[in-house]
């Protein structure tokens, strides 16, 4: 049996010294502790998402490097195929449109294409390649010169989007394109041929 003194004037009971709040000091608190749970799990739901965005932002840009990898390894085997036009300096390209020519011409016309032939039509669809948009936005490729015959640099670059210090990791790198790092990315590749 609970004894309930008189005396207590603002609904507080008392049962074995124990105070208890009544319902009209209580009523807003759970309420409160409603707001701030609904603000913690809307936090938690935008860390949450923006882990998501960067996760898939980063798997993008991974397929860019894997394309241009691919491309620049495709670029080393057509040189290797035609050593001699390597060697001979026919697989320069230094500009970052697409080299002229027709990349079907020594597939098509049924006829033996020589070395320097097959170079042009080799660099056309490399080019090409590069500069499609569904594989690599903005994509160009260089193939330099370096050092003693059959001694280049092939480089492929696009536009990503990248943070500040990645923009200075590459500034400091002299294989990409002339230094032109801003919202570019790029994969060079020392490449011998003999």
Same mark, same amino acid.
């Given at each position: 049996?609970?004894?309930?003194?008189?005396?207590?004037?603002?609904?507080?009971?008392?049962?074995?010294?124990?105070?208890?709040?009544?319902?009209?000091?209580?009523?807003?608190?759970?309420l409160?502790?409603?707001?701030?749970?609904?603000?913690?799990?809307?936090?938690?739901?935008?860390?949450? !998402?923006?882990?998501?965005?960067?996760?898939? %932002? %980063?798997s993008?840009?991974?397929?860019?490097?894997?394309? &241009?990898?691919?491309?620049?390894?495709?670029?080393?085997?057509?040189?290797? !195929?035609?050593?001699?036009?390597?060697? &001979?300096?026919?697989?320069?390209?230094?500009?970052?449109?697409?080299?002229?020519?027709?990349?079907?011409?020594?597939?098509?016309?049924?006829?033996?294409?020589?070395?320097?032939?097959?170079? &042009?039509?080799?660099?056309?669809?490399?080019? $090409?390649?590069? !500069?499609?948009?569904?594989?690599?936005?903005?994509?160009r490729?260089?193939? $330099?010169?370096?050092?003693?015959?059959?001694?280049?640099?092939?480089?492929?670059?696009? &536009?990503e989007?990248?943070? %500040?210090?990645?923009?200075?990791?590459?500034?400091?790198?002299?294989?990409?394109?002339?230094?032109?790092? %801003?919202?570019?990315?790029?994969?060079?590749?020392?490449?011998?041929?003999?």
């Amino acid at each position: 049996m609970v004894k309930v003194d008189s005396r207590c004037s603002a609904g507080v009971a008392r049962s074995g010294g124990k105070k208890r709040l009544s319902s009209k000091t209580t009523r807003g608190f759970t309420l409160i502790e409603v707001l701030v749970t609904l603000c913690l799990v809307a936090i938690g739901f935008l860390g949450v !998402a923006g882990l998501q965005s960067f996760g898939l %932002q %980063q798997s993008h840009n991974t397929y860019f490097r894997t394309q &241009a990898d691919l491309m620049l390894r495709d670029m080393v085997d057509r040189m290797r !195929a035609n050593s001699g036009a390597a060697f &001979a300096g026919n697989y320069v390209h230094l500009d970052d449109a697409p080299a002229g020519g027709d990349p079907q011409a020594c597939e098509d016309s049924g006829s033996e294409c020589n070395s320097t032939q097959m170079a &042009a039509a080799d660099l056309a669809a490399w080019t $090409n390649q590069v !500069a499609n948009p569904q594989l690599l936005p903005q994509g160009r490729g260089r193939i $330099n010169p370096v050092g003693p015959p059959g001694s280049y640099v092939i480089t492929v670059s696009w &536009a990503e989007k990248q943070t %500040q210090q990645e923009r200075d990791n590459a500034q400091d790198n002299a294989t990409c394109i002339d230094g032109e790092m %801003q919202q570019r990315s790029c994969l060079a590749l020392n490449v011998f041929i003999n």
